[in-house]
């Protein structure tokens, strides 16, 4: 499924895509770029979710055009349709803001190898499909930036997170790995990589219990979980010029809680 609506102006800004762009962290870049005056590809696999964000977006931005695409990341047939869509609509592709993830939080003992699986096929190869398919778009146009959102947990490890940390550690290698590689394309790749912030995704592992926001905010120096700003705000530098010089780097923004090494 592809929707497009053009801004009353339409802005001739950089072409920027995001994938989980429904909701949290990707909806909040979504506002970010907006506000820049960037065109914008919006994917997720949440069709009634694109459209309320598209809404919104029109609604809060009307000068920007949105283009969405409906998709799951870890199909690489699905994820080659939409980038051929986004290419096809803007002929172009300079930014890609590749954030779509999941949690998967069990005991390593009773993880199954579905749900083994499901963490990878979403958290890492979805990466690595994305990443490709925006590297053909960029090699065609002489450049562009990737920034992949890993997790704190891709640099440092939690119990019961067995999958999930293997599959964001993978995303940071994952990111070296092609900015070395397309550096001479002139394409930057990064790891974001976000603490705790608190999105759907959190605030659902709260209400199940399996997170502590109190013993989190006292875990971590800066006192507090993270808002989706402070990953945004993160991801415009990485987008932008004064980033000019930073590849294969991974980027914490979690309040310290990685610096950490007490209580
Ligand atoms: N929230 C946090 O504390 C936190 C911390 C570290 C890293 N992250 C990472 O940030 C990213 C965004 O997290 P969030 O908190 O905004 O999550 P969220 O659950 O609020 O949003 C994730 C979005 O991804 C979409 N999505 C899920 N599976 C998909 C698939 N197969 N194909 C396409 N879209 C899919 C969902 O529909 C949703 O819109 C994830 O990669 C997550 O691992 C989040």
Same mark, same amino acid.
């Given at each position: 499924?592809?929707?497009?609506?053009?801004?009353?102006?339409?802005?001739?800004?950089?072409?920027?895509?995001?994938?989980?762009?429904?909701?949290?962290?990707?909806?909040?870049?979504?506002?970010?770029?907006?506000?820049?005056?960037?065109?914008?590809?919006?994917?997720?696999?949440?069709?009634?979710?694109?459209?309320?964000?598209?809404?919104?977006?029109?609604?809060?931005?009307?000068?920007?055009?949105?283009?969405?695409?409906?998709?799951?990341?870890?199909?690489?047939?699905?994820?080659?349709?939409?980038?051929?869509?986004?290419?096809?609509?803007?002929?172009?592709?300079?930014?890609?803001?590749?954030?779509?993830?999941?949690?998967?939080?069990?005991?390593?003992?009773? /993880?199954?190898?579905?749900? @083994?699986?499901?963490?990878?096929?979403?958290? /890492?190869?979805?990466?690595?499909?994305?990443?490709?398919?925006?590297?053909?778009?960029?090699?065609?146009?002489?450049?562009?930036?990737?920034?992949?959102?890993?997790?704190?947990?891709?640099?440092?490890?939690?119990?019961?997170?067995?999958?999930?940390?293997?599959?964001?550690?993978?995303?940071?290698?994952?990111?070296?790995?092609?900015?070395?590689? @397309?550096?001479?394309?002139?394409?930057?790749?990064?790891?974001?990589?976000?603490?705790?912030?608190?999105?759907?995704?959190?605030?659902?592992?709260?209400?199940?219990?399996?997170?502590?926001?109190?013993?989190?905010?006292?875990?971590?120096?800066?006192?507090?979980?993270?808002?989706?700003?402070?990953?945004?705000?993160?991801?415009?530098?990485?987008?932008?010029?004064?980033?000019?010089?930073?590849?294969?780097?991974?980027? /914490?923004?979690?309040?310290? @809680?990685?610096?950490?090494?007490?209580?």
């Amino acid at each position: 499924m592809a929707n497009s609506k053009e801004g009353a102006g339409a802005s001739a800004g950089r072409v920027v895509m995001c994938t989980g762009a429904a909701q949290g962290i990707g909806r909040a870049m979504l506002n970010a770029f907006a506000a820049q005056g960037e065109r914008l590809a919006l994917l997720d696999i949440d069709a009634d979710g694109l459209a309320a964000a598209q809404s919104e977006l029109q609604r809060d931005y009307p000068d920007v055009e949105t283009f969405c695409v409906t998709a799951s990341v870890a199909d690489d047939v699905q994820v080659a349709q939409a980038f051929d869509a986004v290419r096809a609509h803007y002929g172009r592709l300079d930014v890609l803001l590749n954030n779509a993830g999941i949690s998967m939080n069990r005991p390593s003992l009773e /993880l199954t190898p579905a749900d @083994w699986r499901r963490a990878i096929d979403i958290d /890492l190869s979805g990466v690595f499909y994305c990443c490709q398919q925006a590297g053909r778009s960029m090699q065609a146009t002489g450049g562009g930036v990737i920034i992949n959102t890993a997790s704190m947990y891709g640099v440092v490890a939690a119990p019961e997170r067995a999958a999930y940390c293997a599959a964001k550690a993978g995303v940071v290698a994952l990111s070296k790995s092609l900015a070395v590689e @397309w550096a001479e394309l002139g394409i930057r790749v990064n790891a974001l990589c976000p603490g705790y912030i608190r999105t759907a995704l959190v605030d659902s592992l709260i209400e199940r219990g399996a997170l502590d926001a109190q013993r989190i905010s006292a875990r971590t120096p800066m006192g507090r979980l993270g808002t989706p700003e402070d990953v945004v705000a993160v991801a415009c530098f990485l987008a932008s010029d004064a980033a000019a010089f930073v590849t294969g780097h991974a980027m /914490l923004a979690d309040g310290g @809680w990685t610096a950490n090494g007490y209580m």
